[in-house]
């Protein structure tokens, strides 16, 4: 008896040594794929309409991306998918276990862009401005079309070398 409770109190002892394994975090696909295909209309459709209201599509879209970092409710472009293309049957959950940090990461690299962009289109900087807008464009088709996120591969190798900030770096390899 004594030996089972000893060997109980081991065994206890090392799971509480042990890490706990990360949290599953899951990631709708469907909610990225609207959000790349909301960017791209926005860039092609302001470019269509010419810098001079072109350029207010493009600062939209930095805003919309980068206050969406901030708070999922501020996440104008998810927010179409979740309360208007997923419940009137359009679209289709396409849940994933992963960490959605990546994906914030590069949401907020697309916004700082394209108020860069739209920062130069207001100064008159037309071919800096274009040409940061259509970047993002660029990116955001790549992911959409072959899911391929170029901001995730630059999370992933800045928190790879130790660059990212503690706040924002996943957790894989640090000691607990």
């Known amino acids: 008896m004594l030996t089972l409770l000893t060997a109980s109190v081991v065994n206890r002892a090392r799971v509480a040594q042990q890490p706990s394994p990360q949290p599953a975090y899951r990631v709708d696909r469907s909610v990225l794929r609207t959000q790349q295909a909301c960017i791209c209309a926005s860039v092609l459709l302001g470019f269509v309409l010419g810098t001079e209201l072109g350029r207010w599509f493009v600062l939209a879209t930095g805003f919309v991306l980068s206050l969406g970092v901030l708070h999922p409710?501020?996440?104008l472009y998810k927010?179409?998918?979740w309360r208007a293309l997923r419940p009137a049957g359009l679209l289709k959950p396409d849940v994933h276990v992963e960490d959605?940090?990546?994906h914030l990461f590069a949401q907020g690299m697309g916004g700082a862009v394209s108020l860069l962009a739209a920062l130069a289109l207001f100064l008159d900087a037309t071919v800096l401005g274009w040409a940061l807008a259509w970047l993002v464009f660029a990116l955001a088709l790549v992911n959409l079309l072959v899911q391929?996120?170029?901001g995730c591969f630059i999370y992933y190798q800045l928190d790879r070398v130790g660059l990212?900030?503690?706040a924002i770096a996943s957790t894989r390899g640090r000691a607990a």
Do not use: D, E, H
């Open 148 to 150: 391929f996120c170029t």
């Open 164 to 166: 990212l900030p503690r």
């Open 73 to 75: 409710a501020l996440a």
């Open 79 to 81: 927010q179409l998918y």
């Open 100 to 102: 959605p940090m990546p």
